[in-house]
């Protein structure tokens, strides 16, 4: 049984919601999770501290004491979000059902501006009191008047809804929704009442912080781990099962990469693959693209020699989000893929000195493809509030970004010694998972998490060549967010 270890969420690196994130072990000893947790953790300090000038305290807004290890680091990280833990696993909605009530409206039904809702239990938003604007629940009326029931679009602008809005009667049905009659409202030009109905789950989400899109917990990985959780779905399940789809979908949620085989050996497989994510992100390598060496490459990818871990495409604002890539051949002697979890090198990176993680978030690193017709151009730091990562040496463009007086050489410097410990936290042994693809292989992967590479390979027998495409960010999300309503 591995139970996930909560880390709060200023030190969780990848946060697609407001709960904390559940990060289960680096590395599949059996041990309990937070001592074994710290072990990894205090390795990496370690490794990390070693290479640095400062000796700095693990916590954040910890003060001074330069010995604080990383069991009390992570202890208190547990500590501190003890209340949290049990309100994202319990989902406690149903029993909180009826449990609110109207405030008395008293005199200003007719002239008040807001609603007025109370909750016995008390200990939520506003010590379990809610003034709603009267503005905002008219312009949030759900009912087939309001919203057209076959577009799901609103039948007015909020512009349209007046600012005074008198109600003859504002209660609480006894199946626990609340109720809202508007008088004179606008919608029939002032001439009748309306009833605005909010569902018992409606009303429980005005008081607790969103529920919907709580994804199942990020798990980073490192080469161990990978190689225990990595999940191959066949090609037909992928096709055809849709169990199978939100399995994929959920692994690339988790850990941001999972594998389809026995994939047809057809150039249009690619295209039907990602399709089930949904739209396909055409890109300046057109739809699909071919991954075979030849000759004055364009493209470092398109050589037959060792190839960094990095991203695809950072010199676009939004970069791909994810990448598959379908092995046809791969018969050259070398030519292994490799992987490494980003975030986990970013969250890792958060538990070092301060000054080398900032480094990180502010620093921009401009990138850039300027090159038969095209010029495309963008920079961004290494980590930032999404939880995404950008990594991709290949692709920088030289010259840029510097701030060229004494700040801007600091700046400069610390970025330089941030980045050098971050690919190390990337490229290390024990981080790299490598996999040899094979005909009929299909990877697929988060291109803002995980960064991939490539060994060398041999072309001088045998043939290697993969077939890629990618799909958008909000395509991703779009999928996810389905499969997570399906799970409900
Ligand atoms: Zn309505």
Avoid at 47 to 55: A, D, G, S, T, Y
Avoid at 150 to 159: E, M, P, R, V, W
Avoid at 202 to 223: G, H, L, M, N, Y
Wanted: glycine share 6%; proline share 6%.
């Amino acid at each position: 049984m591995v139970r996930p270890v909560i880390l709060p969420r200023a030190l969780a690196s990848r946060v697609l919601t407001s709960a904390p994130v559940h990060v289960s072990r680096p590395a599949s000893v059996l041990v309990p999770t937070s001592r074994h947790l710290a072990a990894c953790l205090t390795a990496q300090r370690r490794h990390i501290n070693q290479h640095l000038p400062l000796r700095v305290p693990l916590a954040p807004n910890q003060e001074a004491s330069s010995s604080a290890t990383v069991e009390e680091a992570t202890g208190s990280a547990l500590q501190h979000d003890k209340g949290s833990e049990a309100t994202f696993e319990e989902h406690p909605y149903q029993k909180q059902l009826k449990q609110w009530e109207v405030k008395k409206e008293g005199p200003n039904k007719l002239t008040g501006k807001t609603i007025t809702l109370t909750h016995r239990d008390g200990i939520r938003i506003g010590r379990g009191r809610l003034v709603l604007d009267r503005h905002w629940l008219r312009d949030g009326c759900g009912c087939s008047s309001c919203v057209d029931p076959h577009s799901g679009q609103k039948n007015f602008g909020s512009t349209d809804v007046p600012l005074d809005l008198p109600i003859t009667s504002c209660r609480k049905t006894e199946d626990g929704a609340l109720e809202i009659v508007w008088q004179n409202d606008f919608l029939i030009r002032g001439r009748e009442s309306h009833t605005s109905t909010y569902s018992p789950e409606q009303v429980d989400s005005f008081f607790t912080p969103r529920k919907e899109a709580i994804f199942p917990p990020v798990v980073f990985w490192d080469k161990q781990t990978i190689k225990r959780d990595i999940t191959f779905i066949e090609y037909d399940d992928w096709m055809n099962n849709d169990e199978a789809l939100a399995a994929g979908v959920r692994k690339l949620q988790t850990h941001g990469i999972f594998f389809i085989r026995n994939a047809p050996h057809s150039e249009e497989s690619v295209i039907s693959m990602s399709s089930r994510i949904g739209n396909l992100k055409e890109t300046l390598y057109g739809r699909t693209w071919d991954v075979r060496s030849k000759p004055e490459a364009e493209n470092v990818a398109y050589t037959s020699s060792f190839l960094g871990l990095h991203q695809d495409m950072l010199y676009l604002k939004d970069p791909p989000r994810l990448q598959l890539l379908h092995c046809l051949e791969n018969s050259c002697d070398g030519g292994e893929s490799l992987f490494s979890d980003a975030s986990r090198a970013a969250f890792l990176m958060k538990l070092g000195p301060p000054e080398l993680r900032n480094a990180l978030s502010s620093h921009k690193v401009h990138y850039h493809y300027r090159k038969h017709g095209h010029f495309y151009e963008n920079n961004h730091s290494v980590v930032d509030g999404s939880g995404h990562v950008r990594w991709s040496p290949p692709f920088q463009a030289p010259l840029r970004g510097l701030r060229k007086n004494e700040e801007g050489l600091q700046e400069y410097r610390t970025w330089a010694a941030a980045a050098v410990q971050f690919q190390e936290l990337l490229e290390r042994e024990e981080y790299l998972f490598e996999y040899k693809m094979q005909p009929g292989d299909c990877v697929v992967f988060d291109n803002l998490r995980v960064v991939h590479g490539r060994r060398a390979f041999d072309t001088s027998a045998g043939s290697r060549w993969l077939k890629g495409t990618y799909n958008a960010h909000d395509v991703f999300m779009s999928r996810l967010r389905v499969t997570d309503e399906s799970d409900a």
